[in-house]
C-alpha cells in the first residue's frame, strides 16, 4: 500500500488484509470453507498453539498462523481488517449474530456482583440478556433515558449503593425507535470517575442504528463499538452476524471467549459480508438521502402527528449539541405518530405494496414494523409510555429505492387511514 496517501476506508474495501498472491491470484479473497489448516510441521503447529491459548506473548513480527476455524478462517481475518478502517479500531472481532457479539462482550467484562448500568431502551434481545441472564449469574444493573444529565446518572448510580462495583456502562444511540440520543464523551466523564485501579469502567455502544458510517463511537470515549451486522454491514437482509470493534487489548480478550463459546461467524457468512463491505458506503448514502426526501414529504402530511427524524432537531432542542458532535448524517431510521392509534397504524401497514412489512433495519429494501406490538412488545407498558412507544407510533427503515416511489407507496398507505 502507498505509504504516502491515506486511502480512505471505501478505497480499501475491494483490497485491505487480501494478499492476491497467497490465493493463486484471485482477485478476490476466495471462500476458506474448511474446518481446519495444515501446519508444515510440527514446531509451526505448537508456535501457533502458543500464542491462540496465551501461553506466551508474540514475538516481535510475528503472526498468529491459521489452526481452526473456530479460532481463526482467512474470510473472517479479512472481515475483521476491513471492518476496523471504519471505526479506526485496532482490531474488531466477528460473530454468528449481533446477539453473541453483545452477550459475548458482556459476559466477558461483567463478573457476578458487578453494576451495569446501561441506557433505555435497548434492543429487545439485549434487555431480555441483562434482566434474565445477567441477573441470574448475579450482576447487578440499572438502567437510565436519554436526555439525562451527568448529574441525574451520578444519582442514579449513587442511589444503588453499588457505586464502587460500576463495572461497564452499556449505550445504544440513537435509541430505536425513537431516535433519542446519549452523549457518549458524558459516558466517558462519568466512567472515569467511578474507574478504580483495579477495575477500568468500559463503556460499550450498540452502534447498530448508525452502522460503521455515521457515528465512530470509539472516537468519543467508547472502548466498544457493538454491531449486528445483520443490518447495514451484511445490508441484503440475507444473513445474520455480528461484530464489535475496539482496542487490542479488548478485542483480545473478547476472541478469547469468542474462541471457547464457539460463535464466531461462518467462513460463508464473512465471506457474504467482504461482499456487503465494499458497498457499504454507497448504499447507506443513498439509503440516508432517501430518508431525507421520505422525512420531509412525512412532515407536513395531514395524517401524521409527529415524525422522529435526526435531521429535524434544530438549534436550542435538548439533542442539538450531542447531534451535531456525535453524528455524522441523520441516518437512514426515522419513526412518525400517525392521527389515531393501532388501528389506523395498522391500515398504513398493511395498505403498504413496496415498502415490507418485517422488523430488522439497514438493508437495501425499505421495511416498516409496528414497535408497540411487535419489537418492543416485551418492554414493560409504563416504560413504553414513557419513552414515547405508543400505539401509533410506525418505525421505517429506508432502503435504496427511488425515494419518488417509497414516497408513493406511503402516500396511498396514508390515504388509507
Ligand atoms: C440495535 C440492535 N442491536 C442488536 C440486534 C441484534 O442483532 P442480531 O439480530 O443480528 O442478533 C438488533 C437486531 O434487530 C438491533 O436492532
Known sequence: MDQKHNFKPESLMMSYGYKPELSEGAVKPPLFQTSTFVFKNAEEGKNFFEIAYGIREKHQN????????????????????????????????VFESGMAAISTTLLEFLKPGDLLLFSTPVYGGTDHFIHDFLKKIGVDFIPFQPGQGKKEIE?????????????????????????????????????????REDQKVFIAVDNTYMG??????????????????????????????????????????????????????APYTGWLMLRSLE??????????????????????????????????????DRDYEVYKRQY?????????????????????????????????????????????????????????????ITEKLIRLSIGVENYEDLIYDLSQALDQI
Not at 75 to 92: A, G, K, T, V, Y
Open 62 to 93: 510475528e503472526e498468529l498462523g491459521l489452526i481452526y476455524s473456530r479460532i481463526n478462517n482467512p474470510d473472517l481475518e479479512i472481515l475483521e481488517n476491513r471492518l476496523s478502517l471504519w471505526d479506526q479500531s485496532e482490531d474488531s472481532a
Open 155 to 195: 444519582a442514579i448510580i449513587e442511589q444503588t449503593g453499588k457505586a464502587d462495583r460500576l463495572a461497564m456502562i452499556y449505550v445504544e444511540t440513537p435509541a430505536n425507535p425513537t431516535n433519542a440520543l446519549v452523549d457518549i464523551q458524558m459516558c466517558r466523564t462519568i466512567a472515569d470517575q467511578y474507574s
Open 212 to 265: 460503521p458510517l455515521w457515528q465512530h463511537p470509539l472516537s468519543h470515549g467508547a472502548d466498544l463499538s457493538l454491531y449486528s451486522a445483520t443490518k447495514y454491514i451484511g445490508g441484503h437482509s440475507d444473513l445474520i452476524a455480528g461484530a464489535c470493534c475496539g482496542s487490542s487489548a479488548v478485542i483480545r480478550r473478547i476472541k478469547t471467549l469468542r474462541t471457547f463459546l464457539g460463535n464466531m461467524a
Open 279 to 316: 458497498t457499504l458506503k454507497i448504499r447507506m448514502e443513498q439509503q440516508a438521502l432517501n430518508a431525507e426526501k421520505v422525512a420531509a414529504f412525512l412532515k407536513n402530511h395531514p395524517k401524521i402527528e409527529k415524525v422522529y427524524y435526526l435531521g429535524f432537531i434544530e438549534k436550542g
Open 328 to 388: 455524522t448524517s441523520p441516518g437512514a431510521m426515522l419513526s412518525f405518530d400517525v392521527n389515531g392509534g393501532e388501528a389506523e397504524a395498522f391500515r398504513f401497514l398493511n395498505a403498504l405494496k413496496l415498502v415490507k412489512l418485517a422488523v430488522s433495519l439497514g438493508s437495501t429494501e425499505s421495511l416498516a414494523q409496528h414497535p408497540a406490538t411487535m419489537t418492543h412488545v416485551g418492554v414493560d407498558p409504563e416504560t413504553r409510555k414513557e419513552l414515547a
